[in-house]
C-alpha cells in the first residue's frame, strides 16, 4: 500500500484546484489524485458550452495535477470504503492507499429519467458527453429535458449546430423566477427565432427508447419523440463515500468554515461540499472553493468566505450572476439597451442580495461589493453603478 501526505477523492475542476492550493503551502508532501473516470481532470462548463461551438477538445484538460512534482494520478479508481481509524483508502480494484489528510470532491450526479433509454443522454462527464457527440451527428431531432442551465445552454447550442429542438420544462416558461419579463421574452423569442419548440408546463414522467429514437411520456398524458433526448433536470451531490465512512451529511457533506469535515482529517470541496448549509454548484466555486481547502490542508487555517459567480452563454447573450437572483425579490434594471445590454438587481428590503450582468463583463468585484456592503440602496441609486467599459460591449 502506498502512502501519501495527501489524498483527493474526484478528478474534477475542485480537485485539480486543490492540488494547487496543497503546492501553495507544502512543495514535496506526496499528492494522489484518484478519479473514477477514464480521463484526466478537466473542465466541466465546456461540456454544454464552448465544446459544442469553437472550443478545441484539447483545451479543456487541467494541468494542476501533473504541473507539480509528488504528485500522481489514479484512473479508474472507484473509492468504495474509508477507514477513517487507520487513514486508508480502497478502490474497486483493489487497491489501496494511505493519507494523513484527505479531501473529499466527489462532485454531483445527474438525476435520471425513469424508463432507462439508452439514448437518453446526461451531460456532465466527459464520457458522456463523448457519447452523445458521436450519436448526434446523425440525429435531426432533439429533445431536451430540463430548464436549468444544462438544458438551456444545449438548447441554444444544439440548434445553433443545426438541430431541431424540442425543449421540454415542468416550469410555465424559460427561466421562470430568474429574468424579469421582459428580458426572459426576449430571450425566448431568440430561441423560437432559432427553431427551438418550447413543451412547458408539463413534467416527463419516463422517457423511453423506440426503434428509431425516444419518446417522452408527459404528466398531461402527451408525448414527445426525438431522434435522442438530452436530459439536464439537475444533480445531486454524491455524498455516498463520506456518508458510509460515518460522516456528517444532509444531501452533501457537511464543513466547518475551515472546510473541514465531521473528522478532523478529512474536509471536502466543490459540488458534494455544503456551504453555509447549501450545496453550490458553479464552476468559480468549485475552483476557488478546492484551492482554499488544500490551502486549508497545508495547514493555512483560512475561512473561507468566497462569494462565487456563476456564467452562461445563449446566443448572442452572455451573462454573469452572483447571489440569490429570483424574481421572489424586489428587481430593479438598469439597461443599456433594453432586454441587450445592462445589469439587473435583486434586493430585500433595499440590500442588494443578487446582481446579474446581461452582456456587463467583469463587473463581479462591484457585484460582490454591492451585495457585501451592508447599505440599503434605493433603485435609482444602482443606476449607473455597474458598466461595460469602452469596447466591452
Request: hydrophobic residues 40%.
Amino acid at each position: 500500500m502506498q502512502e501519501f501526505e495527501y489524498v483527493i477523492i474526484g478528478g474534477g475542476m475542485a480537485a485539480d484546484a486543490a492540488v494547487g492550493g496543497i503546492r501553495r503551502r507544502d512543495k514535496t508532501g506526496e499528492i494522489l489524485v484518484a478519479s473514477e473516470e477514464s480521463f484526466p481532470p478537466y473542465q466541466r462548463p465546456p461540456l454544454s458550452k464552448k465544446l459544442w461551438l469553437d472550443m478545441r477538445l484539447e483545451d479543456v484538460w487541467l494541468g494542476a495535477w501533473q504541473k507539480y512534482a509528488h504528485t500522481q494520478l489514479f484512473l479508474n479508481a472507484e473509492a468504495t470504503r474509508i477507514e477513517t481509524a487507520a487513514r486508508t483508502v480502497t478502490f474497486a480494484d483493489g487497491r489501496q492507499a494511505g493519507y494523513q489528510k484527505l479531501l473529499l470532491a466527489t462532485g454531483a450526479q445527474a438525476r435520471r429519467l425513469p424508463g432507462g433509454a439508452q439514448r437518453a443522454f446526461y451531460v456532465g462527464t466527459m464520457g458522456e458527453h463523448l457519447r452523445l457527440w458521436q450519436a448526434v451527428q446523425k440525429a435531426r431531432r432533439v429533445l431536451v429535458a430540463g430548464s436549468g442551465f444544462i438544458g438551456a445552454e444545449m438548447a441554444a447550442a444544439l440548434s445553433q449546430k443545426g438541430h431541431e429542438v424540442v425543449w421540454s420544462m415542468l416550469e410555465p416558461a424559460p427561466f421562470a423566477h430568474f429574468l424579469p419579463p421582459g428580458l426572459a421574452q426576449r430571450v425566448t423569442a431568440e430561441y423560437a427565432q432559432h427553431g427551438v419548440i418550447l413543451s412547458p408546463g408539463d413534467a416527463i414522467q419516463e422517457l423511453q427508447d423506440t426503434g428509431s429514437g425516444v419518446v417522452a411520456r408527459l404528466q398531461s398524458g402527451k408525448t414527445l419523440e426525438a431522434d435522442l433526448a438530452v436530459v439536464g433536470i439537475g444533480v445531486e451531490p454524491r455524498d455516498g463515500l463520506a456518508r458510509a465512512s460515518g460522516l456528517k451529511t444532509s444531501s452533501g457533506v457537511v464543513v466547518d468554515e475551515f472546510l473541514r469535515t465531521s473528522d478532523p482529517n478529512i474536509w471536502a470541496a466543490g459540488d458534494v461540499a455544503l456551504t453555509h448549509g447549501r450545496a453550490m454548484m458553479h464552476e468559480d466555486h468549485a475552483v476557488t472553493q478546492g484551492r482554499a481547502a488544500g490551502q486549508n490542508m497545508a495547514g493555512a487555517g483560512k475561512p473561507y468566505q468566497h462569494l462565487s459567480f456563476y456564467y452562461s452563454d445563449l446566443y448572442h447573450f452572455g451573462y454573469e450572476a452572483m447571489g440569490e437572483c429570483s424574481t421572489a425579490h424586489e428587481v430593479v434594471e438598469d439597461w443599456v439597451i433594453p432586454n441587450e445590454e445592462g445589469v439587473v438587481y435583486y434586493l430585500d428590503q433595499g440590500h442588494v442580495v443578487g446582481v446579474l450582468d446581461w452582456n456587463v463583463w467583469d463587473g463581479m468585484s462591484k457585484a460582490e461589493g454591492l451585495i457585501t456592503s451592508g447599505r440599503r440602496f434605493a433603485p435609482d441609486e444602482l443606476v449607473g453603478q455597474i458598466r461595460n467599459q469602452e469596447g466591452d460591449s
